[in-house]
């Protein structure tokens, strides 16, 4: 039987061949309606490129890397599971790495992790600083993902950190909440998210009117369950009273409602809590948990738009986001 050709899927479309080739290459422009009924169509037929072939026309192997801080946290696990579908939607393959937010993995990483086979590295950074990045002396085209660190030199897609961080914090002032605890300050590395988030939940009390209480801002080691724990206990231990909590992620929020649970304080009848990532353990949880939502679709799109441009265009790409309202702040318990 003979090999599925561009022609062939293109027949199936009842588009041109070019117009296959731009869906499958990331070059040129195609609706996303088209780019769609294209990626369907490859599948229908059983497309396959010859990987060699391609390499030698293109001067691309049809691989990229992700590399993420931690893959056991949820977040990343599915950031990585939708990069990979929207690339093998475009016919390229992901070789995921994980840096445990260490800077000498990450500068290896962003060097090209010795690998030349690779068309791009798309790298989300907990401590590389801008000037570890300025002096990249690897040409593999690299785009950055979530953390700001200051550089104009790369590809930099994230959510406004600050924005998001404000909605949260605003939306728990909506359901009547006065008493705000942030929980995910961090005095410690290079940790700009935090910071970000610190500074919208500072804005939307500032903005209502509610003078900052410092005692109500929790700092915490990690971004992990057992952290949200410990900073929730404390505030029962402290005698803080919130009527809310903006937990700076998903997790954080987790652990910080187990402890509420254990401890007879009814969420969110006598505490409120929102989180951030909208992770899919979020929508199981008791009460399911509200979240910022980021655009994780348009996110992953545009890192491996970016990834194969050429060149590459830098500066910052921010993507949208919403608020998902369930359980844990007075919404639908869906």
Known sequence: MARPTLKDVADRVGVSAKTVSNVVNGTGWVTAELRERVQVALVEVGYRPNAAARQLRSGRSGMIALAVPELSQPYFAELAASLVREAQGRLITVLVNQTDGLADVERKISEGIGATAVDGIILSPLALSASDLEGRRDSTPLVLLGEHIGTSTFPHVTVDNTAAAKAATQHLLSIGCRRIA??????????????????????????????????????????????????????????LEPDGIFAFNDLLALGAMHALSTANVRVPDDIAVIGFDDIEEGQYSTP???????????????????????????????????????GSTKGPAQ
């Not at 590395?189 to 500072?202: F, V």
């Open 182 to 239: 942030a929980i995910g300050a961090q005095d410690h590395g290079p940790n700009e998210t935090a910071l970000l988030r610190l500074a919208g939940y500072r804005a939307a009390l500032e903005e209502a009117g509610i003078p900052v209480d410092e005692s109500l801002i929790l700092t915490v080691d990690g971004f992990h369950r057992a952290d949200g724990a410990r900073a929730a206990r404390t505030i029962l231990g402290t005698g």
């Open 288 to 326: 399911t948990l509200s979240s910022v939502s980021p655009n994780t679709g348009e996110l992953v799109a545009t890192a491996i738009d970016l990834l194969l441009a050429q060149p590459p265009e830098p500066g910052m790409h921010t993507v949208g986001f919403t608020i998902a309202h369930r």
